[in-house]
């Protein structure tokens, strides 16, 4: 793992979703900062302000959907090389593909159970945190 703990937005208009990514990743021992945000517009706000090293993008959401929102990330040059890794409920092949155009670096299907939840911040922390490497942040 990295030197310093490292920073996750979860971009997710349903709280209890969010509840349960946090809890999986804290029962599985990562010390992942996690910062649960309920909209495309407090994101991007958030985005202009903070560090991140990763994004959990839901793709559908109320006003800006996620697909919309990682356009912007993509487009920034302070936040085009972010990781994001969409977790939707969508299954729908047509979503996968627009994510994936759009600059998506991964996609699942969010899980059904905390016990997928917790498999699923495993792998995150496994591939993420321990094998990736990210490149350095860009300066404001």
Do not use: C, Q
């Not at 994936?100 to 997928?116: C, D, F, Q, W």
Request: zero cysteines.
């Amino acid at each position: 793992m990295g030197d310093s703990p490292k920073k996750l937005m979860v971009v997710d208009d349903d709280a209890v979703d969010a509840r349960f990514v946090r809890r999986a990743f804290y029962e599985t021992g990562s010390t992942v900062d996690i910062v649960h945000v309920a909209d495309s517009e407090t994101a991007s706000d958030r985005l202009k302000s903070e560090k991140f090293d990763y994004i959990l993008l839901d793709i559908n959401m109320p006003g800006t959907d996620g697909v919309e929102l990682l356009r912007r990330i993509r487009a920034s040059k302070h936040t085009a090389v972010i990781p994001v890794i969409m977790l939707s409920s969508s299954s729908n092949m047509a979503d996968v593909h627009r994510a994936y155009a759009n600059g998506a670096n991964a996609y699942t299907v969010k899980p059904s159970s905390l016990k997928g939840y917790r498999s699923f911040a495993e792998g995150f922390a496994r591939f993420w945190i321990d094998v990736a490497v990210l490149p350095e942040p860009r300066n404001a």
